[in-house]
C-alpha cells in the first residue's frame, strides 16, 4: 500500500474520533439513567458545578448545571456572590480550551452535526452567513446578561433555548408519569417548540446554525479562542499561504484560530503542507497523518521510511490512545455507578421518610402576597407551612402547582401554601397563572430582592424548591427537587399528628 493511501486512511480517522470524543462527553455529563426512568431531575450536589458545554439543566440525564443557565441566574439574583463563582468557572474553561469546547464537548453541537447528516441540499458560508455570525453577541448581551439583570429572568433559557424543550421537556416526557407537561405551561411550551423546529430546520441546510448565529455560550468562549493553549495551530514556517483551509472550513472563519473556529481539526486533512495540529500548548494532540512530534522526528522530517518504521510509529500512538480510551471508559462507569447508585441524594423524595431532616428553627419573615395580604411566618405559628419557590419558565414547577392546590383544598386550614415566584413583576406572574390555567386560589407572593432565597435556598437557583415548616415553627423539609402529590402529602402528614 503506497504511503499516499496510508495517508487518506489516517486523516480520515479524524472526524470519527471527535465524533466519539462529543459522544463521550455528552454521556458523561447526561449519565444519570435513574432520571430518565423516573421522570425525575438529579438536584444532588453535583448540580451545583457548571459543565463546560450548553447542557439543560432540566434534562434527567443531567448531573451537571449549564454554564449558560448558571449566569443569568446568579445575575438575575440579588445576592452576586454566585455571579463571581459562575463567572470564574466559565473564565476559567474559556482560558484553558476557548471554542474547543464547542467542537468537542458541547452536546448541543453533536446534535446539530448529526442533524446536518440529513441529505438534503446544503447552505454553504457566504458574506451573509458571516454577518449574521455576529447575532450570538447581540443575544449574549440581550436576553444572558440584560434581562437578567433588569428582570430578574434567565431570558435566553425562558424564550430561545432549544436544549430546554429537546432535553429537558422531552426528555421528561420520556416518562409517562409526565404527560400533563404537553399542557403545562401551554403557551410558553409552544413558542419554544416552534423555535426548536425552526432550529432543526436550519441546521438540516445550514452546517451548526445554532452554534454560529445563535449559542451565547460559544459567544462567551469566542472571546477566549486566541488566547486558550488548546486549539488548532497554523505552523507559519510549513504555510504555504494556499488558503485551502479557510475555504473548505464549514464554519465562518476567515483565518485557522479566530473567534468563529471550533477548533474541530478538520483543516488538518485538507492542508497538504501538513502545517496544521491540534495542540495543547507545546503538545500535537492531533496531526497530519496521525502522527505526534516525536513520532515525526523518530521518522525524519524530511527523510524517507520505510513502512515498517512508520507502522511502527503509528503502532505506539494507537497504544497510547486505547489506554487513553480505557481510562476514559473507566471514570465513565464510575460515573454511571455513583449517579444511578450510590449518590445520596438518590433517596430524597418518594415519600421517604428519611428526607425529613434535623428540626431547625425557621428563619421569620414576612412577604406581600400577589392577593393584597401580608404574609407573617410568626402569625402562622401552630399550622404547617408550606413554601414552594418556582418560575414562570421553570417547566416543573408549574407542572406541580396543582398538587399544592389539592393539598390546600383537601388540609384546609391545618395547612398554609405559600408559592413565592423567583424575581418577577406581579402583573407578569398574574397574567401568566390566568393564561395557563395554573391554581388561581394559591397563595402567591413575589420574591424580587430574594430575602426569602437567601434564608430558604440553596447556593444556586436551580428550581423547584419546596420548604415545609411544622406548627412549631421548625423546618422539617428542604429540598430542590420536584414532587408529586402522593410525595407532599406523606412530608406533610407527619407534622400534623
Known amino acids: 500500500m503506497s504511503g499516499e493511501k496510508k495517508k487518506g486512511i489516517s486523516r480520515s480517522r479524524i472526524p470519527f474520533k471527535r465524533k466519539c470524543v462529543q459522544l463521550y462527553a455528552a454521556l458523561l455529563v447526561n449519565c444519570n439513567i435513574r432520571g430518565f426512568i423516573t421522570g425525575r431531575i438529579y438536584t444532588g450536589k453535583a448540580k451545583n458545578i457548571c459543565v463546560p458545554g450548553l447542557n439543560c439543566y432540566s434534562c434527567p440525564g443531567a448531573v451537571g448545571a ?103 421537556a422531552f426528555g421528561l416526557l420520556l416518562n409517562g408519569t409526565n404527560a400533563e407537561l404537553l399542557t403545562l405551561p401551554r403557551e410558553l411550551f409552544t413558542n419554544k417548540l416552534i423555535i426548536l423546529f425552526i432550529l432543526f430546520l436550519l441546521c438540516v441546510f445550514i452546517f451548526r446554525a445554532f452554534c454560529r448565529f445563535i449559542c451565547p455560550l460559544g459567544a462567551l468562549y469566542s472571546f477566549f479562542n486566541r488566547i486558550s493553549p488548546v486549539g488548532v495551530r497554523v505552523d507559519r514556517e510549513k504555510c504555504t499561504g494556499c488558503g485551502v483551509c479557510v475555504t473548505k472550513c464549514r464554519m465562518d472563519v476567515r483565518r485557522v484560530g479566530d473567534r468563529e473556529c471550533i477548533n474541530c481539526g478538520e483543516c488538518i486533512d485538507v492542508c497538504a503542507a501538513g502545517a496544521i495540529s491540534l495542540k495543547a500548548g507545546k503538545i500535537v494532540l492531533m496531526a497530519n497523518e496521525g502522527r505526534t512530534a516525536n513520532c515525526r522526528a523518530r521518522e525524519g522530517a524530511e527523510a524517507k521510511t520505510d513502512d515498517k518504521q512508520a507502522g511502527g510509529c503509528r503502532g505506539g500512538m494507537k497504544k497510547r490512545s486505547l489506554i487513553a480510551w480505557g481510562i476514559a471508559l473507566l471514570i465513565l462507569a464510575g460515573a454511571a455507578v455513583y449517579f444511578n447508585f450510590l449518590d445520596p441524594s438518590i433517596e430524597r423524595g418518594g415519600g421517604d421518610p428519611s428526607v425529613i431532616i434535623e428540626k431547625a428553627d425557621a428563619p421569620g419573615f414576612a412577604i406581600q402576597q400577589m392577593d393584597g395580604e401580608q404574609f407573617a411566618l410568626q402569625e402562622h405559628r401552630g399550622q404547617v407551612v408550606v413554601i414552594n419557590y418556582w418560575a414562570t419558565w421553570c417547566v416543573p414547577c408549574c407542572r406541580e402547582l396543582p398538587y399544592f392546590d389539592r393539598l390546600q383544598r383537601e388540609l384546609g386550614d391545618d395547612v398554609y401554601v405559600l408559592c413565592i415566584h423567583h424575581s418577577m413583576e406581579t402583573d407578569d406572574v398574574a397574567a401568566f397563572i390566568a393564561r395557563e390555567g395554573l391554581p388561581p386560589e394559591l397563595h402567591y407572593a413575589r420574591d424580587t430582592d430574594d430575602a426569602v432565597w437567601d434564608m430558604y435556598g440553596t447556593e444556586n437557583t436551580v428550581l423547584p424548591r419546596t420548604v415545609i415548616i411544622d406548627r412549631e415553627g421548625k423546618i422539617i423539609y428542604a429540598e430542590t427537587d420536584s414532587v408529586t402529590y402522593e410525595e407532599l402529602l406523606s412530608l406533610v402528614s407527619p407534622a400534623l399528628r
Open 66 to 168: 449549564c454554564p449558560l443557565g448558571s449566569l443569568q441566574n446568579a445575575l438575575g439574583a440579588q445576592d452576586h456572590t454566585a455571579f463571581f463563582y459562575v463567572l470564574g468557572i466559565l473564565g476559567l474553561f474559556g482560558l484553558l480550551l476557548g471554542r474547543t469546547i464547542c467542537g468537542w464537548l458541547c452536546p448541543v453541537g453533536l446534535i446539530q452535526e448529526l442533524i446536518h447528516k440529513i441529505p438534503t441540499p446544503k447552505i454553504g458560508r457566504s458574506r451573509i452567513t458571516r454577518a449574521l455570525s455576529w447575532l450570538k453577541y447581540v443575544i449574549l448581551a440581550g436576553t444572558a446578561v440584560l434581562i437578567p439583570l433588569l428582570a430578574g429572568d434567565p431570558g435566553f433559557c425562558k424564550y430561545i433555548c432549544p436544549a430546554g424543550i429537546f432535553e429537558g
